[in-house]
């Protein structure tokens, strides 16, 4: 799998998609005995004799993985985005690992030898189903700054222009307002618009600073004719940090957490929809997709490992609650946990502590 690369997001940094191939999805049976090893290693984990839980799941994913990649590979794919894992028990003797993404072909970005860029989640956006600026850039090369942004196009329209206000916010919360920057837009319609960079007035010392930025469309361009956009912006709830590895993990235009209450879900568009519906109104994601992640109480779990003393009783705790938690991602936590007891080694008895913790509350926060 060395020349394939995957994410689960629905770009790769540094390079283009040139072409969207194939939406691809495959699965790998296993047979009586894989499901009744599987099973004697949850309650062997959970009864604490260790057995290893995490390499029969790895084994398994990993067979199917490299299936998967020859599959895209012959289809002249170079990459695969959008890649979703799941497994799945089909009967009491017969266990199956599903796969899905889309096979792509990808360049590699050309940039300037003296450019710097600072690519920046847009923490703002609005309910309505047009255009949703979703990242910008910033590219400095000498004494000049330059703005590009990517916008995710809902109507999937040929849109021909955009025109924009952006608000950006450094690390000292001091704020700086581009009014009326216009985009022409040059490509066939997508999904996915990326315009090019334009000059901007900023200081170039301070491009590298700005770590919040907000994006209003005021206008846009649609069969020629021009749309206004007036409606009221919201504001996500995450940082930008936060919001930069959502966004890589449930897509581009996902702007909050998820929340159901009795009268209503939020998608992770930022929709409000009606609690019957099992789809978004806005993007179509389905609600179970969120629902049924981590059905338990992942809070509870978190607090109790903030009493143990090293990445090894983490762990233990963790395997506790291994059955609860969606398959799909016993593997990475698992993996985590084993780099941060690899890491205590060397660096001593808790030293990796606060550090997993950390990315366990956001894997479970975030994904």
């Known amino acids: 799998?060395?020349?394939?690369?995957?994410?689960?997001?629905?770009?790769?940094?540094g390079y283009d998609i040139k072409e969207y191939i194939d939406f691809l999805s495959h699965q790998v049976v296993f047979s009586s005995n894989f499901v009744q090893e599987l099973a004697a290693n949850i309650a062997d984990s959970v009864g604490g004799e260790g057995r290893a839980l995490s390499d029969k799941l790895e084994e398994a994913s990993e067979s199917a993985m490299k299936e998967f990649s020859d599959i895209a590979k012959e289809k002249g794919a170079n990459g695969i985005i959008n890649i979703k894992v799941n497994y799945t028990n089909l009967s009491g003797s017969v266990a199956a690992v599903f796969i899905s993404g889309t096979a792509v072909r990808l360049e590699k970005k050309k940039t300037s030898l003296n450019e710097n860029v600072n690519?920046?989640?847009?923490?703002?956006?609005?309910?309505?189903?047009?255009?949703?600026?979703?990242?910008?850039?910033?590219?400095t090369d000498?004494?000049?700054?330059?703005?590009?942004?990517?916008?995710?196009?809902?109507?999937?329209?040929?849109?021909?222009?955009?025109?924009?206000?952006?608000?950006?916010k450094d690390i000292y919360d001091e704020e700086i307002t581009i009014e009326d920057v216009d985009y022409v837009i040059n490509q066939d319609i997508n999904i996915l618009i990326k315009t090019d960079k334009v000059p901007i007035d900023m200081d170039v010392r301070k491009a590298g600073l700005q770590n919040d930025v907000k994006v209003m469309v005021r206008k846009y361009v649609k069969d020629r004719v021009v749309y206004n956009v007036s409606e009221e912006y919201q504001n996500s709830s995450l940082t930008s940090e936060e919001l930069a590895i959502f966004k890589k993990n449930k897509g581009v235009d996902a702007v909050d957490k998820y929340r159901r209450a009795d009268t209503y879900w939020r998608c992770v568009c930022g929709t409000i929809n009606l609690p019957g519906d099992t789809q978004c109104s806005m993007c179509n994601r389905e609600e179970k997709d969120f629902a049924n992640g981590y059905n338990f109480d992942y809070e509870s779990m978190?607090?109790?490992?903030?009493?143990?003393?090293?990445?090894?009783?983490?762990?233990?705790?963790?395997?506790?609650?291994?059955?609860?938690?969606?398959?799909?991602?016993?593997?990475?936590?698992?993996?985590?946990?084993?780099?941060?007891?690899?890491?205590?080694?060397?660096?001593?008895?808790?030293?990796?502590?606060?550090?997993v913790i950390e990315k366990l509350k956001r894997k479970f926060e975030l994904s």
């Open 302 to 355: 978190l607090r109790s490992m903030e009493d143990a003393d090293s990445a090894e009783a983490i762990k233990d705790i963790l395997m506790k609650h291994i059955p609860n938690i969606d398959s799909g991602a016993r593997v990475e936590l698992l993996e985590i946990l084993q780099s941060a007891i690899n890491m205590e080694k060397t660096r001593g008895k808790g030293a990796m502590k606060y550090s």
């Open 119 to 139: 690519v920046l989640a847009v923490s703002n956006y609005i309910h309505k189903k047009i255009l949703r600026p979703f990242e910008v850039a910033l590219h």
């Open 1 to 13: 799998m060395k020349d394939i690369m995957i994410t689960t997001a629905s770009t790769f940094d």
């Open 142 to 168: 000498g004494d000049k700054v330059l703005m590009s942004m990517k916008l995710h196009n809902y109507e999937m329209t040929k849109i021909s222009a955009v025109k924009v206000d952006v608000t950006f």
